[in-house]
């Protein structure tokens, strides 16, 4: 057993005092608040920093759907004042027979010679009389007098419709073989504008002068002619001629063939 003085605490040295004592641990709750406060915080700068951003790039503008194509409206415009083909000289070619042409819905005259059917030259038209006027360049590549004839082609039809549909499809027929047989450049001068009539039906013709220069070929100029023709079907027949300088001895010809026109039955 210890000694009586073993039981005392030893004294304590002058001026000691205690050590302060630790601080208390953190308050959990209070803690997690801070957490979440400052989470919150950060938050609200991310969205800050978003809406500046966007600010910065303007105003943004809603999609908008493109237009849907309308469809191509019906030409209009009076023909004007009728010029009728002129009576070119000559004695013109000889009327031998009947050209049939259930595509178009006509039938005019056959030609003799120099004339002659063509089932096999390669064309746009279903029935064709022609003739080799000239042959040019170093191929000898021959160069044609027409007289063609077939249905509107459907990607003028829109042309065929409200008043004076065959004047207006007989301009567009036009213009759609000068840019596709013609040589770039060519110069148009209108010759013709006139209402025809075939057995009661209406239809125009139009004629015109187109002059080009295309190298090694004699020919400067051609009188072409479009007769489109109302047959009741819902396309036009049309007929087309094209005939060079270098064969105005022909010129009557076109002429021949509009006055023979008839309805296909």
């Known amino acids: 057993m210890p000694r009586p003085d073993e039981s005392r605490p030893p004294l304590r040295p002058e001026g000691w005092s205690p050590p302060p004592a630790p601080p208390p641990p953190p308050d959990p709750a209070r803690r997690a608040f801070h957490v979440v406060l400052g989470g919150i915080g950060t938050l609200l700068v991310a969205i800050a920093v978003v809406f500046v951003l966007i600010l910065a790039q303007g105003p943004r503008s809603a999609p908008v759907a493109a237009p849907s194509p309308s469809p191509s409206p019906t030409p209009t415009g009076s023909p004007g004042r009728a010029v009728p083909l002129p009576d070119y000289p000559g004695r013109g070619s000889k009327v031998i027979g009947r050209i049939d042409d259930p595509n178009a819905g006509l039938s005019y005259a056959r030609l003799g010679p120099p004339w002659r059917v063509d089932a096999d030259r390669m ?14 360049g170093p191929d000898a590549t021959p160069y044609w007098a027409n007289i063609s004839s077939d249905a509107l082609p459907a990607r003028l039809a829109r042309y065929y419709g409200g008043p004076y549909r065959t004047y207006h499809a007989a ?13 770039e450049g060519n110069r148009r001068t209108d010759v013709a504008s006139q209402p025809i009539e075939v057995e009661g039906r209406e239809g125009w013709l139009i004629a015109a002068r187109l002059s080009f220069s295309r190298e090694g070929m004699r020919a400067r100029s051609e009188l072409a002619a479009v007769a489109v023709v109302d047959t009741g079907s819902s396309l036009p027949g049309v007929v087309y001629l094209s005939i060079p300088d270098t064969h105005r001895q022909l010129w009557p010809d076109i002429d021949t063939t509009v006055r023979s026109l008839r309805l296909l039955n």
Do not use: K, N
């Open 123 to 136: 064309s746009d038209f279903g029935r064709e009389q022609t003739v080799i006027t000239e042959r040019y």
């Open 171 to 183: 301009r567009a027929m036009l213009a759609d073989v000068r840019s596709t047989y013609y040589p």
